[in-house]
Nanobody
Framework: QVQLVESGGGLVQAGGSLRLSCAAS????????MGWFRQAPGKEREFVGQ????????DYADSVKGRFTIFREDAKNTAYLQMNSLKPEDTAVYYC?????????????????WGQGTQVTVSS
């Protein structure tokens, strides 16, 4: 069974940065597209971005484009979400997910495996 574990969340002031990590195990990491999603209280889960195998393609939600960057280190079976210029509206639980679908993959139902999530809170 695929296992995904997010880390790196926390409390940060607006304008600050955080880097989330998603450590994967029990899968051939390099062939998977890795996605990031988030869910704020009282809101539906939303797509943040995704990176295809070998980092060949990245796609981002308009709300994070230019501020967030997704990259991966296949040798470490880890995907990352670098978040800069954070805003209070970025506050949410962030999840990573894995899919064999190449791209684009903005829908949650396209992903087979999910992590448990990590909380990101941005104070104003």
């Amino acid at each position: 069974q695929v296992q995904l574990v997010e880390s790196g969340g926390g409390l940060v002031q607006a304008g600050g940065s955080l880097r989330l990590s998603c450590a994967a195990s029990r899968l051939v990491f390099s062939v998977y597209t890795m996605g990031w999603f988030r869910q704020a209280p009282g809101k539906e889960r939303e797509f943040v971005g995704q990176i295809t195998r070998a980092g060949g393609r990245t796609d981002y939600a308009d709300s994070v484009k230019g501020r967030f960057t997704i990259f991966r280190e296949d040798a470490k079976n880890t995907a990352y979400l670098q978040m800069n210029s954070l805003k209070p509206e970025d506050t949410a639980v962030y999840y990573c997910a894995a899919t064999r679908k190449p791209a684009p993959a903005p829908r949650g139902d396209e992903y087979l495996s999910w992590g448990q999530g990590t909380q990101v809170t941005v104070s104003s």
